[in-house]
C-alpha cells in the first residue's frame, strides 16, 4: 500500500479543503481511515505513508499502532518558495512500514547510477568499483533512505498534471520494485492524479486506487490510457535509476 493523505496544513484540492490542525486531530484523522486498512493487507505487505515535518510524527505514532516501522525515508523537493524568517521547507518524509518480519524487499532493482567525482583506481590502474560509459564515470549504489534525485513535475514533462500535491513517477517506481513483484495488487486509498496506478501498469503491477475527487480520477484514467503506449518513467532507465542531470535523455 502506498498513502499520499493531506498533510497537516490547509490546502485547497479543487473545491475540498483541508484544514490543519493540532497533532492529536490529525493523529485522530490518520487513524480513522488507517486502521480501515489493516484487514485488507497481506501479511507480508509493505506500506508506505508520505507526510512532512508537521505530520511525520503522528504518522510513526500511529503506523506503529498497526505495523512495524522499518524506516523513514526522506526525499528532496527542489522545487518550493524561500523564506525570510524561516529554512526553506524542501523535504518530505515516506514513512516504510510492514505487517509482519516477513516481507518482500528487492534491493537489486532499485540501485542508483551515480556519477563519480573522484575516479579511484586499483594498484593495476583499472577503475575501482565503477565504469567507464559513453555518458561519463559512474557507479552503481545500493540505496539510502536519503533520496536526492527526484524532480517534481513540471509543466514541460509529460506526467505533469494541474494536482497540486503530485508524486513523481521515477518516487513511485523506486517504492514499487523494492517493495512489489511483477503481477502483485498494489493500493493506493488517496490516488490523486493516478501516479501509483500510472507506474504500477508500467511496471506490470495489478492496481487498485480510490479517489473522492472526480476531476483527479478524469486524469488518472487518461494517465493510464496513455501508459498503455508509454511505459517510460523519467529518470529510470535500462534498469538503473539515475541521478538528476546526470543524463541527457530519460
Known sequence: MFADPPYN??????????????????????????????RILKPTASVYICGDWRSSAAIQQVGEKYFIAQNRIT??????????SNWKN???????????????FNVEAVKMRRQVIAPYTDGNGAPKDW?????????????????????VPYWSMPENTDHPTQKPEKLLAKILLAS?????????????????TVVAKKLGRHYLGIEIDESYSCMAL??????????????????????????RKY
Not at 75 to 84: L, P, V, Y
Not at 141 to 146: D, E, I, Q, V, Y
Not at 180 to 196: H, I, K, M, Q, Y
Not at 226 to 238: C, P
Open 222 to 247: 487518461k494517465r493510464l490510457e496513455l501508459a498503455s503506449s508509454d511505459r517510460t518513467i523519467q529518470g529510470y532507465v535500462d534498469g538503473v535509476f539515475w541521478e538528476r542531470n546526470s543524463r
Open 180 to 196: 512489489s513483484r511483477a503481477g502483485e495488487l498494489v493500493f493506493d486509498p488517496f490516488n490523486g492524479s493516478g501516479t501509483t
Open 131 to 151: 565504469e567507464e560509459t559513453q555518458n561519463g564515470r559512474f557507479r552503481v549504489t545500493h540505496p539510502s533512505n536519503l533520496w536526492t534525485d527526484l524532480t
Open 90 to 104: 524542501c523535504s518530505e518524509d515516506i514513512w516504510f512500514f510492514t505487517v509482519s518480519d516477513d516481507y518482500f
Open 75 to 84: 526525499w528532496e523537493r527542489e522545487k518550493g518558495r524561500g523564506a525570510k
Open 9 to 38: 496544513l490547509t490546502k485547497t484540492f479543487n473545491e475540498r479543503k483541508f484544514r490543519k490542525s493540532s497533532l492529536y486531530e490529525y493523529s485522530e484523522w490518520l487513524d480513522s481511515w488507517l486502521a480501515q486498512t489493516v
